[in-house]
């Protein structure tokens, strides 16, 4: 059936005045509202208000202009339904073919740092979602057009067969139907952020395609890489690439991590993750020595990881990291000189964020088959514990700095998870093991004679002294860990029998 009249009301204007001069070329009427039809017949296009086609004028500030049977009835008949056909003719009310209409701007609204609350509700939209899901809904008969993107084929159709295929009907009806749905899951959001619910009876979020990938986790999987609109500007998401091929599905896992573990320091850090562990972290009083360190701490592993540094990446820094094979690298920033080094190789990517805006508390979603984790975000840290030194020998100021070193690190190794730290660097890390004294082995192993004098944090108690003995027997003198085992006693005793000083925190740190 050949397509006769168009219904147009769009906020977002782009392409819209050529997309109406086309339509009203091949003979199709256009109804329009407010700013829409000032903007049309500007450029000479005849249009015809609403308020004509429905006897009514536009009311409420606006508010209510489309919300009319003479608009939705024309929208929701089904045309070769005998009964609707006659009700149509009773009330004088002549189909619509064509609705071409996109949404107030409730997003970026909302994203003003100084919006207000009765700003954003006036930027919830009405009549605009009931058409696009009235036309969308009657897609068999109407054409619905929510993306400017879709205007050509739109155009092409009509042009070359005088109507839009039912095929193409599908499609664009399937994305208004994604578009209204993700509108309302932002309003759902925003309204319940503000009202201060924290785990609602039901969790409406929207996700926006940043990219496709090449690949998932494998490369028999597909995959895709999604964005939260408004999500935090400190993440993977909203990095910006400088150089170097795209992403992958396992890069951006890893850079997450490597992003997580990095926002624990104030001072100049530097961390290298493969397989969503640590391999390596160093802190300095440059990003040089902190990276310097945090390569040192395993110089094997660090072979095809993901780096990220707190500090901008200067022309130093930026000859060192050229010395090795890296996937990534994430700083806030990087020095002209670091980016004409580092973008000698073609492949390796250079991604900057900004690391001003990383305090942000955001809830932390785990997918699960069927389901969906949310928790918070796991901010505490050594200022929120309560320390007590359960042991005779109290810790020097030197294992106090290593302490605290492994304990920010361990918080972001997978469980059961031991890390050894020792002269401002990570030198053992035990990741994602069945037992607590298997994580120290491999820790110790790893660590090597480096161990004499270092460090150990554990991301929970210790069921048992069997940790204690393998972390005094490699030369461990300092220990952290949360405590609250009922077998708490002996590992202070096993440590005091060693002359080893423990620290409890009082909270555990799991990492599945």
Not at 71 to 82: F, K, N, P, Q, V
Not at 180 to 197: R, V
Not at 480 to 492: A, C, V, Y
Request: one cysteine or more; proline letters at 4%.
């Amino acid at each position: 059936m050949k397509a006769q009249r168009a219904l147009i009301s769009v906020s977002n204007k782009e392409g819209i005045i050529a997309f109406a001069k086309r339509l009203s070329e091949l003979g199709i009427e256009i109804i329009s509202t407010g700013g829409t039809k000032k903007a049309l017949e500007q450029e000479g296009i005849p249009v015809i208000s609403i308020s004509e086609v429905t006897g009514f004028p536009e009311i409420l500030d606006g508010r209510v202009k489309t919300l009319h049977p003479i608009i939705h009835g024309g929208l929701l008949a089904i045309r070769d339904d005998e009964s609707h056909s006659k009700q149509l003719d009773e009330h004088h009310i002549r189909p619509i073919d064509l609705v071409v209409v996109n949404l107030y701007p409730f997003q970026q609204t909302i994203a003003k740092p100084d919006v207000t609350f009765a700003e954003a509700i006036e930027n919830i939209d009405i009549g605009g979602p009931t058409m696009l899901r009235a036309a969308a809904k009657n897609h068999q008969y109407v054409t619905v057009v929510v993306d400017p993107a879709d205007y050509e084929i739109v155009l092409q159709q009509l042009e070359e067969n005088g109507a839009v295929s039912h095929d193409t009907n599908l499609k664009l009806a399937a994305k208004v139907f994604r578009h209204t749905a993700a509108y309302d899951a932002m309003i759902a959001e925003y309204l319940t952020n503000f009202a201060g619910e924290r785990y609602p009876e039901s969790l409406t979020m929207t996700f926006t395609k940043k990219q496709d990938l090449r690949y998932g986790e494998n490369p028999h999987q597909q995959a895709a890489f999604y964005q939260k609109p408004l999500g935090s500007i400190f993440s993977i998401a909203a990095a910006k690439q400088l150089h170097g091929k795209e992403l992958s599905y396992n890069n951006i896992n890893d850079a997450n991590a490597a992003l997580q573990i990095v926002k624990e320091f104030a001072e100049p850090a530097a961390v290298a993750v493969k397989h969503m562990n640590p391999c390596g972290v160093g802190i300095g009083d440059t990003i040089l020595a902190a990276f310097t360190r945090a390569y040192e701490a395993d110089p094997t592993s660090i072979f095809g990881g993901i780096v990220a540094l707190n500090r901008e990446v200067d022309r130093d820094t930026a000859l060192k990291m050229h010395e090795i094979f890296l996937e990534i690298i994430i700083a806030p920033s990087f020095s002209e000189e670091a980016v004409e080094i580092l973008t000698q190789k073609k492949n390796l990517r250079l991604l900057t964020i900004d690391f001003a805006a990383q305090h942000k508390n955001e809830p932390f979603f785990v997918s699960v088959h069927g389901g969906l984790l949310v928790q918070d975000e796991d901010r505490y840290t050594l200022d929120d514990a309560e320390i007590k030194i359960v042991t005779k020998r109290q810790p020097t100021e030197t294992e106090w700095e290593d302490l605290k070193l492994a304990w920010k690190v361990v918080k972001h190794v997978k469980s059961n998870a031991i890390v050894l730290a020792k002269d401002h660097m990570t030198i053992g890390v035990g990741a994602g093991q069945m037992n607590r004294v298997g994580a120290a082995k491999i820790a110790i192993e790893q660590a090597g004679h480096k161990a004499q004098g270092a460090a150990l944090a554990s991301d929970a108690f210790f069921p048992m002294d069997d940790t204690v003995e393998a972390a005094a027997k490699a030369g461990i003198t300092a220990i952290i860990q949360p405590g609250g085992s009922i077998r708490d006693e002996d590992s202070i005793k096993k440590a005091d029998e060693y002359g080893i000083a423990m620290v409890f925190t009082g909270v555990r740190h799991f990492k599945h």
